[in-house]
Nanobody, 122 residues
Framework: VQLQAYGGGLVQAGGYLRLSCASSGRTLSRYYVGWFRQAPGKEREAVAA????????YYVDSVKDRFTISRDNAKSTVFLQMNSLKPEDTAIYFCAADERVRIGLPYDYNYWGHGTHVTVSS
């Protein structure tokens, strides 16, 4: 599975962005998918995750009620809708996938994509 995240950019605080994570080679319909971010000088943080069907989602507390993970399995794409963005959301955002049955916000995914930069100005 090869993953590529895109959709990042520069946005003002309070604005929104929609990130996409596209898979090439295999459909994501049977993969647990997560979004991560890493800000300069900080460790990678799990932000959100989605079950295979998309019916169950998990979020880190700092993004609850602002970010939404969703997926279009037919298009092998997982999205991260980010609303009410804050300067502290500035980071490189990554997506990851795993064929194992997972719950919560794990960190040990088998497949990782390249990141996309998100910058939120104050």
């Amino acid at each position: 599975v090869q993953l590529q995240a895109y959709g990042g950019g520069l946005v003002q605080a309070g604005g929104y962005l929609r990130l996409s994570c596209a898979s090439s080679g295999r459909t994501l319909s049977r993969y647990y998918v997560g979004w991560f971010r890493q800000a300069p000088g900080k460790e990678r943080e799990a932000v959100a995750a989605s079950s295979w069907t998309g019916t169950t989602s998990y979020y880190v507390d700092s993004v609850k009620d602002r970010f939404t993970i969703s997926r279009d399995n037919a298009k092998s794409t997982v999205f991260l809708q980010m609303n009410s963005l804050k300067p502290e959301d500035t980071a490189i955002y990554f997506c990851a996938a795993d064929e194992r049955v997972r719950i919560g916000l794990p960190y040990d995914y088998n497949y990782w994509g390249h990141g996309t930069h998100v910058t939120v100005s104050s």
